[in-house]
């Protein structure tokens, strides 16, 4: 699973974090932050985490709807399947 997170620093600079299913939870396995949110800076810090990380390919992967993280996991992990993730968010009353 990669998820990215935005805009809670002070700096306006995107934090991925890839996970991986256990037989218990999700663990965290790598993280990385990038100057930019193009698919070749995630591709780039992907392909790094595949050569250092990666024993075996898993055959799925999830993500959020965002075309750069999608294009970058094709681009790097070939022939994998998708599930895509959609955050929701619900209005509170007050």
């Known amino acids: 699973m990669l998820d990215a997170t ?3 620093f002070l700096y306006d600079l995107p934090l991925f974090f890839l996970a991986v299913k256990t037989n ?3 663990q965290v396995v790598g993280c990385f932050i990038t100057e930019d949110e193009t698919s070749q800076s995630i591709a780039e810090a992907l392909s790094i985490l595949r050569d250092q990380c990666f024993k075996s390919i898993p055959p799925y992967f999830m ?6 993280e999608i294009s970058a996991i094709e681009r790097v992990f070939e022939g994998m399947a998708f599930y895509v993730l959609f ?6 009353k007050i």
């Open 6 to 8: 935005y805009k809670i």
């Open 24 to 26: 218990v939870d999700y």
């Open 63 to 68: 993500t959020d709807f965002g075309e750069s």
């Open 87 to 92: 955050h929701f968010i619900f209005p509170q």
